[in-house]
């Protein structure tokens, strides 16, 4: 209990020695030889990705020649300082390990942390860090800090300069002289940069990240937006119609000179089932209202006020021309608000993303509901367009999902975008399919 005790109330400073005790086990020493191959350079850069794909799968590789490269390097490095006899210490194997880092990177670091020891006991050397050999760690100090975190280059600099000064001091009887000093400047501003490039890099990965979660969360409340809206708006238009229902039932008895009891009764069971619905529909329906929302004072619009919203939006500056095709008909209230908010919201696009356009609006009234198409023009003038997340094309989407119709929103061959709707109003008689492709033909 008292060991318990004493290791739950330990001092800051001593907690962080431990964590940092800890963090060198798992960066060098768990798993130390573990097989780790390096892949391939990712291609998604400002430069890399404009190369042809052909090109870019050889690129891709490049890293991986690089350290071939130094490790061939490091070869001739060793043969020239140790000839034929000393090769095998002072070039291969500096060599070998420079190539280990391909595929076990934290083993190729201890490998040449061991050559430096051996090969001043067996060679010889009067100092700890031959030319091969400092080549050599160099460049394993480097490709293993970036295949690793900035912590483990830390670790790597500190063990490098450690070593350095105990061979300098027990081996050759120095103390710390000037080759272990060039060693400890050279590998620390090599491990330097490496550690800012991969800070860099985790920092544009976290904010590209972070970005993706929050349009992913923009769009998820403005569809929830959306969503409150519309229930909003269909708790209006059933309420109305259902308190129509009510008033009716309990007018309609008067109407009738000596109505018969069961008439009566009926048109009580209607209004006594009309209000028990109104009542139910306004506890489920009217907990979306926030505290603050007002009811509109003036009835839900619909496609009948279709040219005053066109009038509107002309003194805003989008001149606009209506087509309609078809049979006029009046159609369910939810459709007609559905069909007048999709043309609102699509038009005010307009108005933002396209200034100076022109855009046509088309109705089509067919067998099995209402076909709508709005499509505008490129942006004209001196007028920049207004930035966007396509917000509104998230309601419009909502809108004629919930009442089981189909939408395509994408940008024209012009240079313009297009809206195209089919909201069903009731069945089709016919069996062929009915979509916005068959409400306006096959225009593109």
Known sequence: MERVTETKTRSPEL???????EDLRQDLFRDAFAYRPMGPMRMDGPLTRRLPAALAARVAWAPHAAVLGAALITFLAGFTTAGNGGVLLAGLLPAVCVAMTLIRPVGAFWMSMALVPVGVIVGGGDEPWEP??????????????????????????VLTLLLGLVVEGALTGGAGGPNTAGVAVASAFALLVVSLVQVRREAQREVTVQRT???VERDRRTLLEERT??????HDVVAHHMSVVAIQAEAAPYRVENPPPELEQAFVTIRENAVAALTELRRVLGVVRADDYEAPDAPQPTLADLDRLLANVGEAGLVTEK???????????????SAYRIIQEALSNSLRHAPGATARVEIGYVLGGLGLRVVNGPPTGPVKPSPGAG??????????????????????AEGGYEVTAFIPAQRAESGAPVGPSAAFGEQA
Do not use: C, D, K, Y
């Not at 907690?15 to 005790?21: D, N, R, T, Y």
């Not at 160099?138 to 600099?157: D, E, G, I, S």
């Not at 009046?330 to 459709?335: C, N, S």
């Open 213 to 215: 979660v929050t349009a």
């Open 391 to 412: 917000h509104g094309i998230t309601g419009m989407r909502e809108r004629v999902a919930m009442l089981n119709g189909e939408m395509t929103a994408e940008a024209t």
């Open 323 to 337: 087509a309609v095709t078809g049979a006029v008909r009046e159609l369910p209230q939810g459709v007609e608000l």
């Open 132 to 157: 091969s050999t400092f080549i050599s760690h160099l460049v394993v100090l480097f490709v293993v800090a970036a295949r690793t975190r900035p912590r483990t280059a830390a670790w790597m600099w």
């Open 229 to 234: 809206t519309i229930a909003r708006e269909l």
């Open 15 to 21: 907690q962080h020695a431990a964590g940092a005790i």
